[in-house]
C-alpha cells in the first residue's frame, strides 16, 4: 500500500473527518453540493458526533461515495487517530483501491499533526490479529490495504511539503506498532524469552540499535538474583536485553534518556498461583518491554538526536521445583536482600535489577520504567490512563504533557514516604509485597525506588489497564500499542528543550 499526499480529489472515494461546530452546516452544504445531495437533509441525517458514520453515494461525481466521520466536539491529534483507526478496521473491506482523507477544512497551521494521526489511524485500522490460524479468511482481492491500494491525504497546497513528511512519520509509527501488537498478541509459547532476544536482534539489525543480551550464565555470574530468581521456576530461561540507540559525542552534550521494561512473557504468579479464570490473558504481561522495544524503532526510524539507553528484562514466571517459593530471600543487583511474600509480584524483582545494572554502567539524564505492573492501578484509575510516580514535579509534567499531546494520557499518583512504610522486612532489607489489599501499585512504586541509586529523575509508568484492553482488533481484549506514541513523544519534546 502506497501512501500520497495531494492537494487534488480522491478518485474514488473520500473520508472526511468532521467536528461539532459553528462551522458543520457550512462543510456539510460544501459537501453536498460536491455529491449532488440536498445539504437540508445532510445536516439533518449527519450530526457529527463521535465515532458517528454516514455514508454519503454521489449523484453525477467522480467520486463514488463520501464517508463523513464525526470527530465530536474536538479535532486535535488522538481524536482525529482514534476515530480513523476504528473506522478503516470497520470499513476496510468496503473501501475501493483508492481512497482519500480530506483534511483541508482543517487550519494549515494543524495539517502535518493531522496528517500524521490520519495516516497512523488508517494503516493502523488494517491490522490483523489471526496471523496464527491453519487457514486465513478469504478476502476479494485486490481490496483496500493491499499492495496495489493507494491512501490519498487531500491537504492545503501550502501544507503540500509537511503533509508528506508527516505521512512518512505517520507511516512509521503505524508499522512499529503493529510489530509491538504481534508480540503483545503471540501467545506464550510463541514468544519465549529467547524468542524475544531474537526478536531484539533482528529489530536492532533492521532499524539500527545495538543490542546486548546476557544470558543465564551472565546472569548468575553478574549476580542479577531478582531476575534469576523469577525466572528459574521455567525451562525458558530469563535474558537481560541491553538496547542502545545514538552515539557520544564530545562535540556537544547529547541527552541521554534510559528506558527499562517489564518483559514477562507469561505470568502464572508463580507458586502464588493466579486463578485459572483469564490466566490466558497473562501473555499480555511484557507491555513494558513492547513500549520499550517499540520507542527504540521509532527513535532510530526519526533519527532523534538522542543517546537511548535500554534494559528489558525477561521470564517466564512459571511453576516447578526450582521456583521460588514465598519466604525465600534472594538477592539483587544492587546488593539489597528481598523477602518474597508474594511470587505473583514478580514484575517488580525484574525490573529492580534491570533498572540497578542500567545505572551502574550509565547516568542517565532520565529514567523511565514502564510495566504492566499491577491490578491496583486499573481498580484506582481504571482503563483510562496510565499510573504516573515520580517524585519529580518537572519529569511528572513532561511525562503528562507527551501523554496528552498524544492521547496516551497518564495520571500521577502520590508517592508520600508513608506508603512504603509496609514494605520493611523483619529478615531482609525490604519485601516485595505489603500483603495489603489497598494502595498496591504505590506501594509497587516505592519498592522500585530503592533501586533506583535516588535518581534525580526517574519515573515509574504503570501501564495494566492500557497495554491490552478492549479494542476493535478482537472479541475480548488484546494489544494497544500503548506507551510508543507516549515514549516517542516525551524524548522529541525532551531534546528540544534540553
Request: glycine share 10%.
Amino acid at each position: 500500500m502506497t501512501v500520497k499526499i495531494t492537494d487534488k480529489k480522491a478518485p474514488d472515494a473520500l473520508v472526511v473527518p468532521l467536528q461539532q461546530g459553528d462551522h458543520l452546516p457550512d462543510r456539510l452544504a460544501e459537501i453536498a453540493l460536491r455529491a449532488g445531495a440536498d445539504p437540508s437533509g445532510l445536516q439533518n441525517d449527519f450530526k457529527a458526533e463521535k465515532k458517528e458514520v454516514f455514508v454519503l453515494y454521489a449523484a453525477g461525481s467522480p467520486l463514488r461515495r463520501f464517508y463523513l466521520l464525526g470527530l465530536g466536539k474536538k479535532s486535535a491529534f488522538p481524536d482525529m487517530l482514534a476515530q480513523l483507526r476504528s473506522f478503516s478496521h470497520r470499513f476496510k473491506s468496503k473501501l475501493p483501491l483508492k481512497t482519500g482523507i480530506d483534511l483541508r477544512h482543517f487550519p494549515e497551521s494543524e495539517t502535518a499533526r493531522l496528517t500524521d494521526a490520519a495516516v497512523t489511524g488508517m494503516l493502523l485500522g488494517l491490522y490483523e490479529i489471526n496471523r496464527f490460524r491453519s487457514t486465513a479468511p478469504e478476502k476479494p482481492a485486490p481490496q483496500f490495504g493491499s499492495a496495489k491500494s493507494e491512501l490519498q491525504v487531500l491537504v492545503h497546497t501550502g501544507a503540500l511539503k509537511s503533509a508528506a513528511a508527516a505521512a512518512r512519520r505517520g507511516e512509521a509509527f503505524a508499522a512499529a506498532t503493529q510489530q509491538q501488537l504481534d508480540l503483545m498478541n503471540a501467545p506464550a509459547n510463541r514468544k519465549t524469552p529467547e524468542m524475544l532476544v531474537q526478536w531484539a536482534r533482528e529489530a536492532g539489525k533492521a532499524a539500527g540499535f545495538k543490542v546486548r543480551v546476557l544470558g543465564k550464565k551472565e546472569i548468575v555470574a553478574e549476580g542479577l538474583d531478582a531476575l534469576y530468581a523469577v525466572g528459574k521456576g521455567s525451562p525458558n530461561d530469563p535474558a537481560l536485553i541491553l538496547l542502545e540507540y545514538g552515539i557520544k559525542t564530545r562535540k556537544t552534550k547529547t541527552p541521554v534518556i534510559g528506558l527499562a521494561g517489564k518483559g514477562v512473557t507469561f505470568d502464572t504468579g508463580g507458586i502464588s498461583l493466579k486463578p485459572s479464570a483469564n490466566m490466558y490473558l497473562m501473555k499480555s504481561d511484557m507491555g513494558g518491554a513492547s513500549a520499550v522495544f517499540g520507542t527504540f524503532v521509532m527513535a532510530a526510524c526519526l533519527q532523534l538526536p538522542v543517546r537511548l539507553l535500554g534494559a528489558v528484562p525477561v521470564a517466564e514466571n512459571a511453576v516447578d521445583g526450582l521456583a521460588v517459593k514465598p519466604g525465600d530471600v534472594i538477592g539483587s543487583y544492587s546488593g539489597k536482600t528481598i523477602e518474597v511474600i508474594d511470587t505473583d509480584a514478580e514484575g517488580r524483582l525484574i525490573l529492580a535489577d534491570a533498572i540497578a545494572y542500567l545505572l551502574k554502567h550509565e547516568q542517565p539524564d532520565a529514567l523511565i520504567d514502564v510495566a504492566t505492573l499491577t491490578g491496583s492501578i486499573i481498580r484506582a484509575i481504571g482503563y483510562h490512563a496510565g499510573g504516573l510516580f515520580t517524585p519529580n514535579d518537572e519529569l511528572a509534567g513532561r511525562l503528562a504533557a507527551a501523554g496528552q499531546a498524544c492521547g496516551e494520557r497518564l495520571w500521577r499518583m502520590p508517592m508520600w514516604e508513608e506508603y512504603g512504610v509496609d514494605l520493611k522486612s523483619d529478615i531482609a532489607d525490604l519485601r516485595n509485597f505489603t500483603g495489603k489489599p489497598m494502595a498496591e501499585s504505590i506501594a509497587a512504586a516505592k519498592f522500585i525506588e530503592h533501586f533506583t541509586a535516588a535518581h534525580p529523575a526517574w519515573a515509574h509508568l504503570d501501564i495494566a489497564g492500557m497495554a491490552f484492553a478492549d479494542s476493535e482488533f478482537a472479541q475480548g481484549k488484546s494489544a494497544t500499542g500503548y506507551g510508543i506514541r507516549l515514549l516517542t513523544e516525551f524524548i522529541e519534546r525532551y531534546v528540544e528543550t534540553k
